[in-house]
């Protein structure tokens, strides 16, 4: 769908002004999203809808065009060297101190539809094996899209969807369903908490994170937020906790509370 210069105005300085998303550029990606949005949210025309966003009080309005205008592209076990970190150095390190009462707590801060979360829980299931029932264990995965966070939630994955994941995770992970998609085993599901949240608003948690995984999103975002967001994500990481952020993000970290171990991979000091 085609705008006019104040309709895309209108449009992008909302995505801005709420969630700190600059998509001036990307003129392209919010016409060619603009259909659907219209079919998903049951407008028939754009002025109807900008209306309502302008207004700020429809949660599941917003929720749903963030989710339709933003790129959801993800899928599991992505940046495997992050991966590798995560269980050739952190782990074994979390699992020498011994402390199973504390676990093993880890926050997935832009989960999309819930891949990287239900990695993370892989891996670390792949690495404790029997001993998961000893350990205390928490993935808080959070996203700013309702749609995503649902479709998270559900689990439910298309074979091209897993094809990165080794047989023997599908196996132990994954049940097949009739039409031939996977679905995570439902006694997993325990381990991973999803919510909706926005890295630009308030928010807490009750316990600090050894590991934060905040990847592919800050490229959304120009250098004043991005020092804002990742000075308060790192708030939450315990001293000594480690941030990844997306291998091909070409961003650099000014933040006095972490420290550079190498490309896309941060230490709490």
């Not at 801005?16 to 060619?32: A, H, I």
């Not at 592209?73 to 970190?85: A, G, Q």
């Not at 808080?140 to 969807?161: N, P, R």
């Not at 080794?166 to 085993?185: A, E, M, R, T």
Request: contains cysteine; proline residues 1%; charged residues 25%.
């Amino acid at each position: 769908m085609k705008v006019n210069n104040k309709d895309f105005y209108r449009i992008t300085s909302f995505i801005k002004q709420n969630y700190g998303v600059d998509l001036n550029q990307k003129r392209t990606v919010v016409e060619e999203s603009l259909d659907k949005i219209l079919l998903n949210c049951n407008f028939t025309d754009l002025d109807q809808l900008l209306n309502v966003l302008e207004k700020k009080n429809d949660e599941i309005i917003n929720s749903k065009v963030i989710g339709l205008l933003l790129t959801n592209y993800t899928y599991f076990l992505r940046e495997p060297s992050h991966f590798e970190i995560l269980s050739e150095v952190i782990l074994p390190k979390i699992y020498n101190n011994g402390n199973k009462k504390k676990g093993i707590r880890v926050w997935s801060a832009a989960t999309s539809s819930g891949q990287e979360a239900y990695s993370i829980l892989m891996a670390v299931l792949n690495f404790l094996k029997e001993e998961i029932r000893d350990w205390n264990v928490e993935i808080i995965a959070t996203d700013v899209s309702q749609a995503m966070i649902k479709k998270a939630k559900a689990g439910i994955y298309q074979k091209e969807e897993v094809e990165k994941i080794p047989d023997d995770w599908l196996q132990h992970y994954f049940n097949v369903c009739i039409d031939g998609s996977y679905k995570i085993k439902d006694s997993l599901k325990e381990y991973v908490k999803f919510k909706l949240l926005n890295l630009l608003s308030d928010f807490e948690f009750e316990k600090l994170f050894q590991v934060i995984f905040l990847r592919n999103v800050l490229i959304y975002f120009d250098s004043e937020l991005i020092e804002q967001i990742v000075d308060k994500v790192a708030d939450f990481l315990e001293v000594g906790g480690y941030l990844f952020i997306g291998f091909t993000e070409t961003i650099e970290i000014k933040s006095s509370k972490l420290i550079c171990i190498q490309p896309s991979v941060y230490r709490k000091i």
